[in-house]
């Protein structure tokens, strides 16, 4: 099934969240298609400057194309060959109006918008709240209050989780299918923002498409394989065992864990490939990015065997923590990660998926779940 186009084909992409986990590598395969001749056109960064690390929009796009990161298929490139058809442009979203900063974009023709900027704050606390509500819900609606005159379609990237606390079989269409019941602000205002761009692209006639991946991990397809620009979620819990490994300490920790759970995970790259093969097809107007099933128990176990951690439990529920190590586990990780290891074992119905990567198979996290935690530990989740 051949998604592509004409290689003569006059399309403008812009992408936000091109220096995060699952942007970075859609910008890698715009990027290949663009070399490749697919298309004929522009791809517009939208991308903010790094204030902590002091780091202009331009020097942050360079560092994502270092040769020692990029995948093996981009190598053969130069930089100035890898940034010649890139349009990058200094801003910040959130909260300012686009509208000067567009000018020039309103000119090209036939744009896309691919939208993965986003705050990953799973926490539940007001800061958590707060961060949330004005990034990926105001920041969204503000970025297509200022781009909606001249986009072609509106793609939104959100989670597979916007649909909250559900069971059984998981469809590709949330419309009908959303619970009331979220297991953080994150997974709220993702829905939220999903019902928002969908009325607003719809009174405005513009095309508009949600892609929704599970849970990230490194690469399982493109070398260097296991790579991944941040690390967080599951390889934050294993990140916080490792440290106490490191400082040698081995005071016991309970871990809340449903025995009959499962957790979906999907690789980066796997993920940016569906991507640029949905965002296109006008067919497809929601999309889970996930494998049917998740990973059960046992690869909790096997992660925390892999970081060297040996003294913990599984319990049904946390009691007020004895000791500094757990207190810091409970208020700092288990917020953030438990919920998804609580919840009853669902599945997810993938076959337009498996359609539309007909050639492209979806490697096993399964089996390639200890080299993905090994490559992290040896580089110190960094």
């Known amino acids: 099934m051949d998604y592509t186009t004409?290689?003569?084909?006059?399309?403008?992409?812009?992408?936000?969240?091109?220096?995060?986990?699952?942007?970075?590598?859609?910008?890698?395969?715009?990027?290949?298609?663009r070399?490749?001749?697919?298309?004929?056109?522009?791809?517009i960064l939208l991308v903010r400057y790094d204030k902590k690390k002091n780091l202009s929009a331009i020097e942050r796009i360079h560092n994502l194309l270092h040769k020692s990161i990029i995948p093996e298929y981009l190598l053969p490139y130069s930089l100035i060959e890898l940034t010649q058809h890139l349009q990058i442009i200094e801003c910040e979203f959130s909260n300012v109006d686009l509208s000067n900063a567009c000018k020039e974009i309103e000119k090209q023709t036939d744009i896309y918008l691919i939208h993965s900027a986003a705050t990953t704050n799973l926490a539940t606390d007001k800061n958590a709240e707060q961060e949330n509500k004005e990034i990926n819900y105001?920041?969204?609606?503000?970025?297509?209050?200022?781009?909606?005159?001249?986009?072609?379609?509106?793609?939104?990237?959100?989670?597979?989780?916007?649909?909250?606390?559900?069971?059984?079989?998981?469809?590709?269409?949330?419309?009908?299918?959303?619970?009331?019941?979220?297991?953080?602000?994150?997974?709220?205002?993702k829905s939220k923002t999903e019902k928002a761009?969908?009325?607003?692209?719809?009174?405005?006639?513009?095309?508009?498409?949600?892609?929704?991946?599970?849970?990230?991990v490194g690469r399982l397809i493109d070398q260097p394989l296991y790579f991944l620009p941040k690390y967080n979620v599951i390889y934050a819990f294993a990140e916080f065992f490792y440290n106490l490994k490191k400082r040698e300490v081995n005071a016991p920790i309970n871990i809340k864990v449903n025995h009959n759970t499962s957790l979906h995970l999907v690789s980066v790259d796997y993920v940016a490939k569906a991507i640029i093969r949905a965002f296109t097809n006008d067919k497809i107007h929601q999309l889970n990015i996930i494998p049917k099933r998740g990973l059960e128990e046992n690869y909790i176990q096997l992660l925390l065997?892999?970081?060297?951690?040996?003294?913990?439990?599984?319990?049904?529920?946390?009691?007020d923590p004895d000791s500094p190590y757990q207190r810091a586990y409970q208020s700092k990780i288990a917020p953030s990660f438990e919920p998804y290891i609580n919840d009853d074992a669902f599945t997810f119905d993938n076959k337009t998926l498996k359609e539309l990567m007909d050639e492209i198979p979806m490697i096993s996290v399964r089996d390639s779940f200890e080299n993905l935690i090994k490559y992290a530990v040896e580089n110190q989740f960094k």
Do not use: W
Request: hydrophobic share 30%; net charge positive.
């Open 138 to 189: 105001q920041g969204s609606l503000n970025l297509f209050e200022s781009c909606k005159r001249f986009i072609h379609k509106f793609i939104y990237i959100s989670t597979v989780y916007a649909s909250g606390r559900l069971s059984g079989i998981i469809e590709n269409e949330y419309s009908e299918l959303r619970s009331n019941d979220f297991r953080n602000p994150y997974e709220r205002y």
């Open 197 to 216: 761009l969908a009325e607003r692209c719809i009174e405005n006639g513009i095309k508009y498409q949600i892609l929704r991946p599970g849970v990230v």
């Open 305 to 319: 065997k892999i970081v060297g951690y040996e003294n913990y439990h599984f319990v049904e529920k946390h009691s």
């Open 35 to 43: 070399l490749n001749g697919k298309f004929n056109g522009r791809i």
């Open 6 to 33: 004409s290689p003569h084909y006059k399309r403008t992409i812009i992408l936000t969240g091109s220096t995060g986990v699952v942007g970075s590598h859609v910008l890698y395969e715009l990027l290949r298609q």
